[in-house]
């Protein structure tokens, strides 16, 4: 008997997904849940090793130099060592996992890479790369954190880059253009697939942490 995959997604980098993730993590532990939380990209594994290498703009100084096919790829190779070796047979006894980020993010930032004509047939293709080829599951729920670029900006600017511990921004977060186009295409992605969209603005103010993590755990316990 499969488990539940639950995804924490959004369209704007720096929007809380962390943040979420663990906050939903421990909850559901605290309820004796039999829980595991992920996050991708798996920074601190080897896998990770061209993710980092196309972050830090060693193929092309702008997101854009990269194209999305072969940039998917990268990422994809990530999550499928990490789904091997740390959570297949967990989440196959019944176990509930929760990812901060999933494919679900190279149809959100890879996606946004192509000509509007052009996006649904890379958003095919990558389904059958990952779901089908690699044979990783799909989620039994994405969760969305709608988050307009000009807050997640704010919340960006002070935090530290995740792999290399510093204030630089990796090839999308320093593409203003890139992550704007990037949010646009989130929206058209999570309308299209149907993802649970959590509205992090309220009265044009962010939301308070726990406001918003009310609303997911209510989410999560609709799949469970
Ligand atoms: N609702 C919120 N209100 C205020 N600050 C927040 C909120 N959600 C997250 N933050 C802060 O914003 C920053 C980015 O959050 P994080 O969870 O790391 O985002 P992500 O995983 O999407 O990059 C962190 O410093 C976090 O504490
Ligand atoms: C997991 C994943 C991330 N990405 C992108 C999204 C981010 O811009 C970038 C790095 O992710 P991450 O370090 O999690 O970004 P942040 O903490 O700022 O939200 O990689 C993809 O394009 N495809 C993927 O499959």
Known sequence: MS??????ESGSDASGKATQSELIY?????EGVKVR???YPNYESESSTLVKMYLR????????DVDAYIASTFFTADRYASYK???EDFYKEGGVVIADRYTTSNMVHQASKMAVEDRDKYLDWLDD????????PRPDVVIFLN???EFSRKLMADRMNKFTGEKEKDIHERDAEYLE????????IADKYGWKIVECIKDGELRSIDDINNEIYKIVHEVL
Request: glycine share 10%.
């Open 129 to 136: 790369y990952e779901y089908g080829m690699f044979k990783m």
């Open 3 to 8: 488990g539940k995959l639950i995804i924490i």
């Open 26 to 30: 421990e909850k559901l532990k605290n």
């Open 181 to 188: 186009r990037t949010y646009r295409n989130s929206l058209y």
């Open 57 to 64: 703009g060693d193929f092309g100084k702008n997101a854009d």
């Open 37 to 39: 939380k992920v996050q």
């Open 85 to 87: 070796t740390e959570w």
């Open 147 to 149: 988050v307009p670029v």
